[in-house]
């Protein structure tokens, strides 16, 4: 099991950025890809953005692509989202997660193939 923990989240006005921090710790070898979900009161979780753990290949939503990238630093185990041009849509709470390696890279962004899960960050971006 890896365990995950999110920072970086806020409050942010239209047009700004933020840098969203996703640590893990535990079983950290099995990572094949991190991923990025948000979810908005009274929306499905989405899917937002993912990177492969091992290659650092990025996949991103129609919805970020140009605006948020996704890295990774594998010494620290730790993902990230940095977040520009943030817009009142983007108001989320947002999940990293965890597809274990073992499981294809194709469904990088079907949420019920992540593993493991974060608490969730809010960002909130006033217009």
């Known amino acids: 099991q890896v365990q995950l923990v999110e920072s970086g989240g806020g409050l942010v006005q239209a047009g700004g950025s933020l840098r969203l921090s996703c640590a893990a710790s535990?079983?950290?070898?099995?990572?094949?890809?991190m991923g990025w979900f948000r979810q908005a009161p009274v929306k499905e979780r989405e899917f937002v953005a993912a990177?492969?753990?091992?290659?650092?290949?990025?996949y991103y939503s129609d919805s970020v692509k140009g605006r948020f990238t996704a890295s990774k630093d594998n010494a620290k185990n730790t993902g990230y989202l940095q977040m520009n041009g943030l817009n009142p849509e983007d108001t989320a709470v947002y999940y990293c997660?965890?597809?274990?390696?073992?499981?294809?890279?194709?469904?990088?962004?079907?949420?019920?193939?992540?593993?493991?899960w974060g608490q969730g960050t809010q960002v909130t971006v006033s217009s």
């Open positions: 997660a965890v597809l274990r390696a073992a499981t294809s890279s194709y469904f990088y962004n079907i949420a019920e193939r992540y593993s493991d």
């Open positions: 535990g079983r950290t070898f099995g990572i094949g890809l």
């Open positions: 990177i492969n753990w091992g290659l650092g290949t990025p």
